[in-house]
């Protein structure tokens, strides 16, 4: 049974930083990783889809890597803004979509 | 382009009493289609899903349960529900195979009191 985990569970950073979320996944057996933000009492928006075959994607600020051997992806956020301020949510498609529980983020200006 | 509508984004209702949350989808032809939830403190789970119309999946056991009477249009029922029924209900949709990307709604927020 595929398990997710998101550490750490929330982060609180100043303005500018350079921060890195962490997702570890028990079954390598993926079709894909997605990053997720969630606004409080939002539904979710989309930040990097990474194909089991891809090791990275890049939007923006953004950096998704992928290590399916391992289990483990990780999303760099560049340059922190209190706008980043959000629950990040990673998911991995197998069988059935996963989700981790999330990091919750909070940049202070 | 394609637009996911769920209402109502937020739900005050009774224990005990009846549950209908509705999803419709826009601009796209036999979505697989998704209701997932968020209990307080935990992850997102799928509750069920829709390949087709009629056609419903459930993930996991509960008091919860799901239609698709049209095409784009997906329903979460309940006939009594329980204070564990609190949570954020969310619903997605997808084409093609199911490793294509999910797309999600504004999601409902139910308080069951």
């Known amino acids: 049974k595929q398990e997710v985990t998101q550490i750490p569970a929330a982060l609180s950073v100043p303005e500018g930083e350079n921060l890195v979320l962490n997702c570890s996944f028990t079954?390598?057996?993926?079709?894909?990783l997605q990053w997720f933000r969630q606004d409080p009492g939002k539904g979710l928006t989309s930040l990097l889809l990474?194909?089991?075959?891809?090791r990275e994607q890049t939007s923006g600020r953004l950096n998704a890597s992928l290590d399916k051997s391992s289990g483990r992806s990780t999303l760099y956020i560049a340059a922190s803004q209190p706008g980043d301020s959000a629950t990040y949510l990673c998911?991995?498609?197998?069988?059935?979509?996963?989700f981790g529980k999330g990091t919750t983020l909070s940049v202070s200006s | 382009s394609q637009t996911i509508h769920q209402w109502p984004a937020t739900l005050v209702q009774p224990v005990g009493s009846p549950l209908s949350l509705e999803c419709t989808v826009e601009?796209?032809?036999?979505?697989?289609l998704y209701w997932y939830r968020q209990a307080a403190g935990r992850g997102l789970q799928l509750l069920f899903y829709?390949?087709?119309?009629?056609?419903i999946s459930s993930e996991v056991p509960q008091n919860l349960s799901a239609s698709r009477p049209q095409d784009r249009q997906f329903i979460l029922s309940s006939k009594k529900l329980l204070l564990s029924d609190s949570g954020f209900y969310l619903c997605?949709?997808?084409?093609?195979?199911?490793?294509?990307?999910?797309?999600f709604g504004a999601g409902t927020r139910l308080s069951v009191l």
């Open positions: 997605a949709w997808s084409t093609g195979p199911k490793r294509n990307i999910q797309y």
């Open positions: 079954d390598s057996a993926i079709y894909n």
């Open positions: 990474i194909q089991s075959s891809q």
């Open positions: 998911a991995v498609l197998g069988t059935a979509l996963i």
């Open positions: 601009g796209t032809s036999n979505p697989n």
């Open positions: 829709s390949v087709g119309i009629g056609q």
